[in-house]
């Protein structure tokens, strides 16, 4: 093509354009990527024909390459140029950098990239290759997605990416790929979930896991929790508010007679009928020794947990905790309270027994006893059951925004 183009008078003469006029066009074609390159052609053809496509690409090739840079040349290395390299490349990374102006500046016409080439060659590149990057660049196979299917609603993200070695993105657009959701479903259930389905306050169940009548799935002491409680001295400081009801909660549950009127912040816990007193459960096990590592009564540890002052580290509500709880003090569940739905969960896998625990129940109508009254908004019109009808007779939305407008009035 070049000949031909620098050559009018050989086999081939042009009739339209002349060779400059057909680089001119070539390069204002090239500017608009290859679209415009196939456009120049195209033009080429419609007044030249005797030239083929093949030709014209050849010199757009050739035009890129003279606008780029000079064509690549090989180099010839010398056992001089290889010290200097070797011993660069030994000192670290400015000895590589001084290396490679060292050898651009005793051959001028040497590229960059030919000394990393070289380097390499000498074996003076210590690459990483990481596993699981070339795992991720691989398709997923039948094993990968049966051990991701395995593990999905189990584990993490996360941690599913490092058993497979990929990225944790990879996984999880995987996941969403096969239909499923890389949300873990831990096992158990939430205390305000539970609240919501049995229909008891939020601070009865809490309540009830203080006493030992609900365990968690990890009832420890989170350690930030604990230090917030040194630090501001809830923990130190003195408790005589709260030391004679955790006493008095405390002796009530060793007790196995009728239970008393329980105080506001404990809850009694006598058993009556054939129902057996609770062991001692692993919570209390775990927080009676934190008590004795921090020199307190381990009813000061119970009341700053039922307060929400200690956190655990897992709270949920292990289902064999709450079957236990079902069939051994059923009578503190009110089913005129709950949906059919909910009561028919209870009973068939829940072994809900109405009538158990009789004697903790009257302990506890003292707390439940504005749950028989049914309130009914006069903003909303929402039929409300309890005592949260007055937060939410405070929060009302329809209450804001009648305010809202007759400010604006």
């Not at 000949?3 to 009018?8: A, M």
């Not at 390159?37 to 050849?58: D, V, Y």
Request: proline share 4%; charged share 30%; net charge positive.
């Amino acid at each position: 093509m070049s000949d031909r183009l620098g050559n009018t008078t050989g086999g081939y003469s042009f009739r339209f354009f002349s060779p400059e006029q057909i680089d001119r066009i070539l390069r204002a074609g090239m500017r608009r990527g290859r679209t415009g390159s196939h456009g120049a052609i195209e033009r080429i053809l419609k007044h030249e024909p005797g030239l083929t496509r093949a030709e014209l690409w050849r010199r757009i090739r050739r035009l890129k390459q003279t606008s780029i840079g000079k064509p690549y040349q090989r180099t010839a290395w010398t056992p001089e140029d290889d010290q200097i390299l070797r011993k660069g490349y030994e000192e670290g990374w400015n000895g590589k950098r001084a290396a490679v102006r060292e050898l651009l500046r005793r051959h001028p016409s040497w590229q960059p990239h030919s000394i990393w080439g070289r380097a390499a060659k000498l074996g003076l590149v210590r690459k990483t290759i990481r596993k699981d990057r070339l795992r991720s660049r691989q398709p997923w196979s039948d094993d990968d997605d049966r051990i991701l299917l395995t593990m999905a609603g189990y584990k993490t993200a996360k941690f599913i990416a490092k058993v497979l070695h990929r990225t944790e993105g990879a996984v999880r657009y995987r996941l969403a790929v096969l239909g499923k959701s890389s949300r873990v479903h831990l096992e158990g259930y939430a205390r305000r979930t539970l609240a919501q389905q049995l229909h008891l306050g939020s601070r009865t169940i809490q309540r009830l896991i203080v006493q030992g009548l609900l365990e968690v799935r990890d009832p420890r002491i989170t350690r930030e929790s604990l230090e917030h409680a040194c630090k501001t001295g809830r923990l130190t400081a003195s408790l005589h508010d709260q030391l004679p009801d955790a006493k008095e909660s405390a002796a009530i549950s060793r007790e196995e007679g009728p239970a008393v009127t329980p105080s506001t912040n404990s809850m009694p816990v006598a058993l009556g009928g054939h129902s057996k007193p609770p062991r001692s459960c692993r919570a209390k096990r775990i927080w009676a020794d934190e008590a004795r590592l921090l020199n307190v009564d381990a009813s000061v540890i119970e009341q700053l947990i039922f307060r929400g002052v200690l956190k655990l580290y897992d709270p949920r509500v292990t289902e064999k905790s709450l079957t236990r709880f079902c069939t051994r003090y059923g009578a503190l569940i009110k089913s005129d309270f709950l949906d059919a739905e909910t009561r028919n969960w209870l009973a068939g896998s829940m072994d809900l027994v109405p009538g158990a625990g009789k004697v903790v129940a009257q302990g506890m109508e003292a707390f439940r006893k504005h749950a028989l009254v049914v309130r009914t908004c006069e903003h909303c019109g929402r039929a409300i059951r309890g005592n949260v009808f007055f937060r939410h007779k405070k929060g009302c939305l329809q209450r804001s925004h009648r305010n809202a407008v007759g400010s604006q009035r």
